[in-house]
């Protein structure tokens, strides 16, 4: 009697997966334009069901969400304006106050050569007219 109940489960589902690869054929082979078709109605069909709003309430949202754009735009305007300036001045004040003591430094050192060019050259002078006098 065990053996029996097994012999039918088995048999039952040996019976089943060829009823499951006949049906699965049969889903594979559906035809193409078929499902297009079907696909497109159901789009229609949800597209009937959904309550679109009135022009009047579209406007207004369009409105709402320009202006809440122009709102932010200004606000991070302002602010990298205002970052922008305050770097842009730290940045020039520094770049002057390197070149200031660059230039007083080059100026110093140019000042040192020229006394030293000078008293060189006085020197050499009073050489040259002293071997020319004697």
């Not at 297009?36 to 309550?51: A, D, L, N, Q």
């Not at 022009?55 to 754009?69: A, D, F, M, Q």
């Not at 106050?97 to 230039?103: D, G, S, V």
Request: aromatic fraction near 4%; hydrophobic fraction near 35%; charged fraction near 35%.
């Amino acid at each position: 009697m065990a053996d029996e109940k097994k012999a039918k489960k088995t048999a039952e589902k040996k019976s089943d997966k060829k009823a499951d690869k006949k049906s699965k054929d049969k889903k594979k082979r559906t035809n193409p334009f078929k499902a297009i078709g079907s696909f497109f109605k159901s789009v229609r069909s949800e597209g009937k069901k959904v309550t679109w709003p009135k022009n009047k309430e579209v406007w207004k949202n369009t409105l709402v969400v320009i202006v809440s754009i122009l709102i932010s735009g200004l606000i991070i305007f302002g602010v990298d304006r205002l970052l922008s300036d305050g770097i842009m001045a730290n940045i020039k004040k520094a770049a002057q106050n390197r070149t200031t003591t660059a230039a007083d430094t080059t100026e110093e050192q140019t000042t040192a050569e020229a006394l030293e060019e000078s008293t060189v050259a006085a020197t050499e002078a009073e050489t040259t007219e002293a071997t020319t006098a004697e």
